[in-house]
């Protein structure tokens, strides 16, 4: 059997991987082998890797966050990461490692399978994020990859354009929309019993990530808590920041704010099942994560899309771009609920596409041909 190593470093990324493992976990011509490293391993993050291990084998497990939360720690954990996944890449010797995204974890995994020599599939690449660091992180996985799943047709030209062969880039659809289709997500009624949380006539969802290109975001996430405060009639649910440098100060932030205000609730993670439940039953997502981009829009809920972390990606036109200021977060929010507005977000349209994915990853897995494949060659575009 054909062994595809998959390996996720945090909650967002798992949630998209998701299917994808449950398919692999019951395909009878691959075998699934699992390595869970970053976030998931670790307390103040909602040891992740629970929910994981509960229904899916870890094959191995490498904590590489035992640093402080700032830049200098994540060059530590960069280095642990790179020497102790090709470790466990060296014990388990897969056909295949598959990563996800753009994280620096994910980085580190594919330097070790570039330098082990084992074939690498890249999903969700040619994506910009230039409010991030991640951007290289992403375009750098691409160029040491193999194989391409990507999410457009624009992102797939954007990974041809840094050089790769045509007939190994494949177009299969965003990962995020296979989820909405196909979890049964909570009714209402469900989901405030599994938060304990009541929601109220207004409800909106705060997810926010450090901003890796720039030193100010304990600032810039002030500006969001000082829009929320000014509402009325409406309840807040905070999932935390990542594991990014400076992620431990604006989750500490968070934990303040809902101390001192009774309509507001925070996780560190909700899971996929909760989190797009929470979607389902929120009015606004508001924040600077891909999850407004790539699942709100086909959820029907407004999108509020604060600061640089996002730029350059694909939007739909129910996402609101915002500076990290409250009088236009606030401005912002008042656009979200007019009924000319929501007409707009009700259209469900996302330039992501409706497909399922996973399944046409899995085919391809199955039968690409490996031989001479990690011997590349640049592809000049005439």
């Known amino acids: ?48 890797y629970l929910q994981i291990q509960d229904e899916f084998n870890i094959d191995k497990k490498i904590d590489i966050l035992n640093f402080s939360n700032d830049a200098l720690g994540v060059c530590k954990s960069m280095g642990v990461a790179t020497s102790e996944i090709g470790k466990a890449l060296n014990d388990l010797k897969p056909d295949i490692v598959v990563v996800l995204g753009d994280r620096y974890e994910i980085f580190c995994a594919a330097c070790a399978a570039l330098v082990l020599g084992i074939p690498i599939a890249h999903i969700h690449g040619g994506e910009l994020s230039a409010g991030a660091i991640d951007e290289a992180f992403r375009h750098s996985i691409t160029k040491m990859s193999h194989i391409h799943f990507t999410a457009t047709k624009e992102y797939a030209k954007r990974v041809a354009q840094l050089g790769e062969d045509p007939k190994f880039i494949f177009n299969v659809g965003g990962m995020g929309i296979e989820n909405i289709k196909r979890l049964k997500l909570l009714n209402k009624s469900k989901f405030q019993s599994s938060i304990n949380f009541k929601l109220n006539k207004k409800n909106i969802l705060v997810t926010y990530h450090p901003v890796t290109t720039q030193k100010d975001n304990q600032n810039e996430f002030k500006e969001i808590l000082k829009a929320i405060n000014e509402l009325k009639d409406t309840n807040i649910i905070f999932t935390k920041a990542n594991s990014d ?55 029907g809920v407004a999108t509020i899309n604060v600061g640089s972390r996002q730029d350059g990606r694909l939007k739909a036109l129910s996402v609101i771009d915002v500076k990290p200021i409250k009088s236009q977060i606030l401005k912002a929010i008042k656009l979200a609920y007019t009924p000319k507005f929501q007409k707009i977000v009700q259209k469900k349209q996302n330039p992501y596409g409706n497909a399922k994915p996973s399944k046409a990853i899995i085919k391809i897995l199955k039968n690409i041909n490996l031989k001479g494949i990690t011997i590349k060659r640049f592809k000049d575009i005439i």
């Open 245 to 299: 440098a400076g992620g431990i100060a604006i989750n500490k932030m968070i934990d303040e704010y809902v101390k001192t205000n009774p309509n507001s609730i925070a996780f560190a993670s909700l899971g996929s099942l909760r989190y797009l439940s929470a979607l389902k039953h929120v009015d606004i997502i508001l924040g600077n994560s891909s999850s407004g981009l790539l699942e709100a829009p086909s959820m």
């Open 1 to 48: 059997m054909r062994k595809i190593c998959v390996i996720t470093g945090s909650r967002a990324e798992y949630g998209l991987l998701y299917w994808l493992i449950k398919e692999l976990n019951m395909s009878k011509s691959l075998q699934l082998q699992l390595i869970v490293t970053g976030s998931h391993l670790r307390s103040e993050y909602g040891n992740t």
